[in-house]
């Protein structure tokens, strides 16, 4: 364990970023009784916020936003102001090429460094490729000549860098926050040292201290292992479809060995970890990444095996009932999120493949989305979004995308009468 630094204080906190990880953080240093700055680029957000509210959908977060904004502790704004620590909480997407795009982590960088001082630390918790903390510490050290950095002058920088990634769950973020264990990767030790101090106003789980780059590489790499799992859950599950075999029985019974747990199946893999994060390793060593790029291709290829037998489905029941057209054919998804009993579309298969199904469909397609108040822009006028009885009685064929817990209390003779697709395996026939 490293010796906290003498004199290091965190009076002022400052969030760049006030997403779906950024607004927790934020909530939970403020519910301590330290001042937080939220910064955010879009005003909207930044009213939400400052007026008590939040803007996404996270159990009991809303409670303690509204507490911390009303007792002076958190205030979300357009602009950096000076503060003692800055986390930077930007999405990191992949462009076209699987190129990841350090665009948003570059300008958060710019934003802040008018604003730096002599001992502040700078915490990059941004899921990141291997050297975007040492990318962070030379953009700022080009925009700050007056100050110095550690990748240069070591510990006897002005500054302090590490990397912290983010590894928690989204439905149950700031019990994570709190609980789980944190992987600090500063650019010296003690830009360790400073990262732990910071983090022990909250977190109660173990700081584990490594360099950047491993820090980096930790969390591509749990999410590389996760994306290769559910990959073979995917793989298996087609196998089983094309030999007419229960894929969720074979797993359940498979699972009995004491030494295998293979993970569910699905429509594809989404979020902003899995479905990215594994770009990050494979792009800069294409060689030497057989294995998760095959992953990712099979993850990738989900949907459109899901669309490739819809398309079976359809063919067959016009088949047997010739009096029918596709405009008579009703298709209803359960489903839009990227995980259950959230409302985070980020990548999501189960918003691709309706995407996908209202393009080609002539008929009426039906969403049942609990998590949505209305359907994202580019499926309003292709798509009704309704409650899930009355989709249930126009439905023709019926495709279970995301496994809510409100769908598993819906009773099989709801939709025993109808073609069903179940993508979770959480509905049977009787």
């Not at 909207?44 to 303690?64: A, K, S």
């Not at 980020?346 to 393009?359: C, D, F, H, N």
């Amino acid at each position: 364990m490293l010796e906290p630094l003498k004199n290091q204080t965190f009076q002022r906190v400052s969030i760049i970023g006030l997403g779906y990880i950024g607004l927790p953080t934020a909530a939970m240093f403020a519910s301590r009784k330290v001042t937080v700055i939220g910064v955010d680029i879009n005003p909207e957000t930044i009213d939400i916020i400052n007026r008590g509210e939040i803007h996404i959908v996270e159990p009991e977060l809303d409670i303690v936003v509204r507490a911390v904004v009303t007792e002076g502790y958190l205030k979300a704004t357009l602009k950096p102001e000076p503060a003692d620590a800055f986390l930077i909480t930007v999405p990191t997407p992949f462009k076209e090429d699987h190129q990841p795009d350090l665009g948003y982590i570059q300008s958060a960088c710019k934003a802040i460094a008018p604003v730096l001082k002599k001992g502040d630390l700078i915490i990059l918790e941004s899921t990141s490729p291997v050297g975007a903390t040492e990318q962070v510490d030379s953009w700022l050290a080009k925009a700050r000549p007056d100050l110095t950095f550690p990748q240069v002058h070591g510990e006897t920088s002005d500054i302090r860098i590490a990397h912290c990634p983010e590894r928690v769950l989204p439905g149950h973020v700031l019990r994570e926050l709190v609980q789980n264990d944190r992987v600090i990767g500063g650019i010296t030790p003690k830009c360790s040292a400073a990262a732990v101090q910071l983090y022990k106003m909250f977190v109660e789980g173990e700081c584990f201290i490594t360099n950047a780059r491993t820090a980096e590489m930790c969390k591509l790499t749990e999410n590389s292992f996760r994306d290769v799992n559910i990959a073979f859950a995917n793989e298996l599950s087609m196998i089983c479809d094309k030999l007419d075999i229960n894929v969720w029985e074979l797993i359940r019974l498979a699972n009995r060995h004491p030494r295998v747990n293979i993970l569910q199946p699905g429509p594809g893999v989404g979020g902003h970890c899995i479905a990215v994060d594994p770009w990050f390793i494979i792009s800069p060593n294409p060689a030497e990444s057989n294995l998760m790029r095959t992953a990712r291709e099979v993850n990738d290829y989900k949907p459109l095996w899901v669309i490739t037998k819809l398309k079976k489905e359809i063919a067959s029941y016009l088949t047997d009932m010739s009096q029918k057209k596709a405009e008579d054919i009703t298709i209803v998804c359960f489903g839009l999120t990227f995980k259950p009993n959230i409302d985070d579309l980020r990548e999501s298969p189960a918003l691709e493949i309706v995407e996908k199904i209202a393009k080609f469909h002539t008929g009426p397609v039906i969403a049942v989305e609990p998590h949505l108040h209305q359907l994202p822009t580019n499926l309003r006028n292709l798509v009704q979004l309704r409650d899930a009885d009355e989709a249930l009685s126009e439905a023709t064929i019926i495709l279970m995308l995301v496994d809510h817990q409100q769908f598993k209390l819906v009773t099989a003779e709801k939709y025993d009468t109808k073609i069903l697709m179940d993508l979770r395996g959480i509905w049977q026939k009787e």
